[in-house]
């Protein structure tokens, strides 16, 4: 083992008492670039120190005025952030390869040896530029260049000759530059309002401050903010905003690396309730402290956005000659408006107009929409601080008309309510959007805050328009969708009050209807699809629609079929609006049986009778799949009779019949199959189980036991009995090990795993693995903040009791629920798995050994206790270790 070099050893200690030093900075308050910058100059010093030690030990000596080390990126600006890695470019002229590369492997060798992470290069100067003009994070990386080590000269010559080049290809190198943005926004985040943003890299954090520096140097020649505002090229009140966001991310983002001792900047569930305590938020009646520091986070990162944006959308323009001559080739839009070829914008009356009335507004953003013309950034600006010091008041019958047709055209409705929101002006029309501005919904399920979950769900409904399914011809189909999409931004308004949000969104609904001046109908049908915009998704996914009680029950609170219509678009776009792929086909294969069965209560033929043909239908298609062997068994005629509908619904005739061929090979001495197939458009696999069972309970835990055992998390699950006590059960569930489709023998393991846990001479419990999902067991801990939830229902079934278990996912929970329920020697009969990232909705309908429902009061209190036992003491284990 070679022995380190002692200015190797010396600079390990000293980048300890660095980094020591900084942490201590920053625990006494200082501002983020302050404990970046001294960072920064600490690391300046050793690597000064360690580039004079590897000059020393060439064999033979270098002109010390034909190389420069020059910082890159973060480092070259000084922010270094307390374990970022730091990037380093060795420039040289005068020079064959051969002479510099020594000089290059000492100093990388003993800079890694030392303890930082290093992004190192060795370029010439035409290298670094060629390579420059085509690549935008090399492009960017040399926008903040600063001498470290060597040849001033050299370094000035090449700077120069940079920032000379940047400037001729200016409009080249910025659309490269807002390319390579917007593809790091798709992965780390195109909103702002993403619940677990990225600091550094989601939209409206740190890049988007850099990116003002990058434009502004390769535009303008200029990267820091001030002298863009001293030469005009900046709003001051932008630059306000900038540099207000860059003080918050920066000592946000060293909090994270000093707290988890490593490069950190993602803020994830439990990094934001640790950082609120911290920052010591008290939170407030219904709103958690957590979600007090996140609606802190969301308006500093929602300015930066727009700013950044502004300051990007002013620069395209410029280097656009028709943007140079805008101002001068316009025509009158409307009283004091004027319409550029790129912009619109209002004249000085028109301004004067604008920042008192919400009608003149709402007629810009129409015209806007119309001629698809960005708002000018000086309009758009004196507008957005008219609205946040305009009280609370009547904005005007105007307003309300303009609003309300608005709300009637479909177009881009999402982007304009979206704008509008921006802009303050919604929460002068709808009050209840100001506390739903950036509030947190602190759990797993949601992507996106209240407010942009909201607009989002009505632009979801849209989306449905231009698709010819169910949907489709529903949501075209309605001619009130005003109404629909007023409920949609209204459904979720209710949060952050210590109420449940159905409630309160009950009170703004009607509150809104008073105000908007909706006729009584129109009030009626909005306070139901606020109130109830849950009902379809619970009753779809809880209860088992086979049954018709809770069909008809489900009918009777709908009342209507326009109510039923509108309800299936609230519920779908809303499931949709909660992030990819959150409306899963079994989701929406559920939503639809339960409405087609629903609306036939309201139509003229018998109940539940179009969806019975429809089955009826399907099940005379299967029929025609039989062989001629099998037209002459009568076994096949009994068991495609009682193929539930769910499964003819949702699979293929021909998948139908092979799996009932599966189901004919089992006998006594093998009486276990099982197969798996990747379904691509859930990203997830799908195993079905076949089994001739020995004993009438029992075997359902053993299937999520092997399941789980192998590390698989169970989405949903739909399990039945054919005759002749074959069990035929369909598992969705997310391979954990892979991002995509797992390979063949992955799913053969499963298979195997499937039926020796079957195999009744198996008598081994499974053993599962320490994992939960992507967190860790601490910071899993750390987010649960609901208590779990066990609920009875003995009204809804006429036959079973229906037990609702509300809990935070984690490897083997489904078995350890129905373990208990096998070991309480109750009978499973339908099973509903519903699983929402990392909480779940588990809905057992059982009965007992007489197949009668559990009513007796005791018996009910020990099953309670049994099943929260068996839930929380796992919890316990895992918060332990």
């Given amino acids: 083992m070679s022995t380190l070099h002692p200015k190797v050893v010396e600079a390990r200690s000293s980048l300890v008492n660095a980094r020591s030093k900084a942490a201590s900075l920053h625990q006494s308050g200082a501002t983020g670039p302050q404990v970046c910058f001294a960072w920064a100059d600490d690391v300046d010093e050793v690597i000064n120190s360690l580039i004079a030690a590897a000059v020393d030990g060439l064999q033979i000596p270098i002109d010390k005025n034909s190389?420069?080390?020059?910082?890159?990126?973060?480092?070259?600006?000084?922010?270094?952030?307390?374990?970022?890695?730091?990037?380093?470019?060795?420039?040289?002229?005068?020079?064959?390869?051969?002479?510099?590369?020594?000089?290059?492997?000492?100093?990388?060798?003993?800079?890694?040896?030392?303890?930082?992470?290093?992004?190192?290069?060795?370029?010439?100067?035409?290298?670094?530029?060629?390579?420059?003009?085509?690549?935008?994070?090399?492009?960017?990386?040399?926008?903040?260049?600063?001498?470290?080590?060597?040849?001033?000269?050299?370094?000035?010559?090449?700077?120069?000759?940079?920032?000379v080049g940047c400037r001729r290809r200016s409009g080249r190198l910025a659309a490269i530059i807002e390319k390579e943005r917007f593809l790091e926004r798709q992965k780390f985040g195109e909103t702002v309002y993403l619940l677990h943003p990225n600091v550094k890299r989601s939209r409206g954090c740190l890049r988007d401050v850099q990116i003002v520096r990058w434009i502004g140097y390769v535009c303008f020649a200029e990267r820091n903010p001030e002298q863009l505002v001293e030469m005009g090229l900046l709003a001051q009140e932008d630059f306000q905003a900038i540099r207000d966001g860059y003080l918050y991310l920066l000592r946000l983002r060293n909090e994270l690396h000093f707290s988890a001792q490593r490069a950190q900047d993602s803020l994830d569930r439990s990094k934001q309730v640790e950082l609120a305590k911290l920052m010591k938020f008290e939170g407030t009646d219904g709103v958690l402290p957590v979600e007090e520091f996140m609606q802190e986070f969301f308006e500093f990162t929602s300015e930066v956005r727009y700013s950044s944006a502004n300051f990007v959308g002013m620069a395209r323009s410029r280097l656009n000659v028709f943007g140079f001559l805008a101002r001068f080739l316009c025509w009158p839009i409307g009283k004091g408006l004027r319409l550029g070829f790129q912009e619109i914008w209002a004249t000085k009356s028109g301004l004067k107009q604008l920042k008192s009335d919400p009608a003149k507004v709402l007629e810009l953003m129409q015209v806007s929409n119309r001629y698809r013309r960005r708002i000018e950034h000086r309009t758009w600006r004196t507008i957005r601080q008219a609205m946040l010091r305009r009280q609370s008041s009547n904005v005007g019958h105007e307003a309300i008309e303009r609003f309300l047709q608005l709300l009637s055209e479909p177009g881009r409705l999402g982007e304009i309510l979206r704008r509008l929101h921006e802009l303050r002006v919604l929460e002068q029309i709808i009050p209840a959007m100001r506390h739903a501005r950036c509030l947190l919904q602190f759990n797993e399920y949601h992507k996106y805050t209240v407010d942009a979950h909201c607009i989002r769900s009505v632009e979801c409904a849209v989306e449905f328009a231009r698709s010819d399914d169910v949907l489709g011809r529903v949501y075209r189909g309605r001619k009130n969708k005003m109404i629909l999409h007023l409920a949609l931004l209204l459904h979720d308004l209710g949060k952050g009050f210590v109420e449940d949000h159905s409630e309160v969104g009950k009170v703004i609904a009607e509150d809104t209807a008073k105000l908007l001046n909706l006729s009584d109908s129109d009030r009626d049908l909005l306070v139901f699809l606020v109130h109830q915009h849950l009902l379809m998704a619970h009753t779809a996914f809880r209860f088992d629609l086979s049954q018709k009680d809770p069909i008809?029950?489900?009918?009777?609170?709908?009342?209507?079929?326009?109510?039923l219509q509108m309800l299936l678009i609230v519920t779908c776009a809303d499931l949709a609006a909660v992030g990819p792929g959150a409306l899963t086909d079994w989701k929406l294969r559920l939503i639809l049986q339960l409405y087609d069965a629903t609306e036939s209560q309201f139509r003229s033929d018998s109940p539940g009778q179009r969806f019975l043909d429809i089955v009826a239908t399907q099940r005379t298609?299967?029929?025609?799949?039989?062989?001629?062997?099998?037209?002459?068994?009568?076994?096949?005629?009994?068991?495609?009779?009682a193929v539930p509908s769910g499964y003819l619904l949702s699979l293929k005739s021909n998948e139908v019949i092979a799996e009932l061929r599966r189901l004919r090979q089992l006998t006594p001495s093998a009486p276990v199959q099982a197969w798996g197939t990747f379904i691509a458009k859930q990203n997830a696999t799908e195993y079905v189980t076949a089994v001739l069972q020995q004993q009438p309970t029992g075997l359902f835990h053993l299937i999520v036991g092997a399941l789980s055992s192998q590390g698989l998390s169970i989405l949903s699950a739909e399990i039945h009995t054919q005759p002749g006590r074959l069990a035929w059960d369909r598992f969705v569930v997310e391979d954990l090990d892979y991002e995509g489709a797992p390979p063949p023998e992955r799913i053969e393991r499963v298979c195997k795993q499937l039926v020796q846990s079957i195999d009744p001479l198996n008598s081994k419990p499974p053993v599962f693995r320490r994992v939960w999902k992507a967190q860790s067991a601490v910071d899993?801990?750390?987010?649960?903040?609901?208590?779990?939830?066990?609920?009875?229902?003995?009204?809804?079934?006429?036959?079973?009791?229906?037990?609702?278990?509300?809990?935070?996912?984690?490897?083997?929970?489904?078995?350890?629920?129905?373990?208990?329920?096998?070991?309480?020697?109750?009978?499973?009969?339908?099973?509903?798995?519903?699983?929402?990232?990392?909480?779940?909705?588990?809905?057992?309908?059982?009965?007992?050994?007489?197949?009668?429902k559990i009513t007796e009061p005791t018996l009910l209190y020990t099953l309670r206790q049994r099943l929260l036992r068996s839930i929380e003491s796992e919890y316990a284990k895992r918060d332990e270790d």
């Fill in 552 to 563: 008809v029950h489900f009918a009777k609170q709908v009342g209507s079929l326009e109510r």
């Fill in 780 to 852: 899993a801990a750390t987010a649960r903040n609901q208590p779990t939830q066990i609920r009875f229902d003995n009204s809804t079934s006429e036959n079973h009791t229906i037990i609702s278990v509300f809990a935070y996912d984690r490897t083997g929970l489904l078995y350890d629920i129905s373990k208990a329920l096998f070991d309480l020697k109750l009978d499973l009969q339908v099973a509903k798995v519903s699983t929402h990232l990392d909480q779940v909705v588990d809905v057992f309908y059982v009965t007992d050994i007489q197949g009668k």
């Fill in 621 to 641: 298609e299967v029929m025609t799949f039989r062989n001629a062997k099998e037209r002459e068994d009568p076994w096949w005629e009994e068991q495609i009779n």
């Fill in 67 to 163: 190389y420069a080390f020059i910082a890159l990126g973060g480092y070259g600006r000084r922010d270094l952030a307390p374990y970022s890695d730091i990037d380093l470019m060795l420039l040289y002229r005068g020079l064959r390869e051969s002479q510099i590369a020594p000089l290059a492997r000492a100093i990388a060798q003993m800079v890694v040896d030392a303890g930082l992470q290093l992004g190192f290069s060795i370029r010439t100067p035409f290298q670094a530029r060629q390579i420059a003009w085509s690549d935008a994070t090399v492009v960017t990386s040399l926008a903040e260049m600063r001498l470290v080590n060597g040849s001033q000269a050299l370094f000035d010559h090449f700077d120069n000759s940079f920032r």
